[in-house]
């Protein structure tokens, strides 16, 4: 069986990341998963995943813009989809040029101050190369492929089959968001009818919920 969304949870973390930024967020959803505050990246998209197949069930809805047409792209994931498995999560060494470098994957910490800075994963390397950063990058994929999660889609609009990358904490936030304003909005009209609390509410199960909106609208 499908486990519903436990409403308390859902606008308690609604809560606490309405007001911050996408990286406040991407570290709020991997503690709620399970994971440090300092997780890798991948670790922490992991753990949103957890959180979303957790509350909303193992397949998602989502829509994209087709980057062809501007079209809105409604699709299904597969129930089965969820951010790959890190190959590693130990510090890799790559050579470039003769020299061994030694990159570390990339944590929630370095998105926490300003945009994502990859002299943090090696100070020494040579970033402004974009040989050496095509070979830093394949390095990074190839230890965690969910630092980037591609889905393949189809667009019926213009019949353009493409390549779109999930963004994994913003995908799952969406949802945690569309789903803690629906709440609200039962919430208020449960408390109206029926003079229970927020808590009173938000402790129901969401089927015991549309119970009692459906009562009332009888
Ligand atoms: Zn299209």
Redesign the pocket.
């Known amino acids: 069986m499908a486990t519903g969304p436990i409403g308390s949870v859902i606008l308690g973390l609604y809560e606490q990341g309405m007001t911050a930024s996408p990286a406040q967020r991407a570290a709020l959803l991997a503690q709620a998963g399970g994971e440090k505050a300092n997780a890798t990246l991948g670790d922490a998209d992991r753990a949103a995943w957890r959180i979303l197949t957790r509350y909303f069930g193992p397949a998602q809805d989502a829509v994209l813009t087709?980057?062809?047409?501007?079209?809105e792209?409604e699709f299904t994931l597969p129930a089965n989809f969820s951010p790959p498995e890190a190959e590693t999560e130990a510090d890799l060494t790559i050579q470039y040029k003769g020299a061994a470098i030694t990159l570390r994957l990339p944590r929630l910490s370095d998105l926490q101050n300003g945009p994502f800075d990859p002299r943090k994963l090696a100070p020494d390397a040579h970033w402004t190369d974009p040989d050496f950063r095509k070979a830093a990058e394949a390095a990074l994929m190839a230890a965690d492929p969910a630092l980037k999660c591609d889905l393949a889609l189809s667009?019926?609009?213009?019949?353009?089959d493409?390549t779109q990358v999930l963004d994994v904490t913003g995908f799952v936030w969406a949802r945690i968001e569309q789903a803690a304003r629906a709440l609200v909005r039962d919430v208020a009209k449960l408390a109206r009818f029926y003079g229970w609390s927020e808590a009173e509410i938000t402790a129901m199960t969401p089927v015991r919920r549309a119970i009692y909106l459906r009562e009332m609208d009888e």
């Open positions: 087709c980057p062809s047409c501007g079209a792209v667009c019926a609009a213009c019949d353009t493409q």
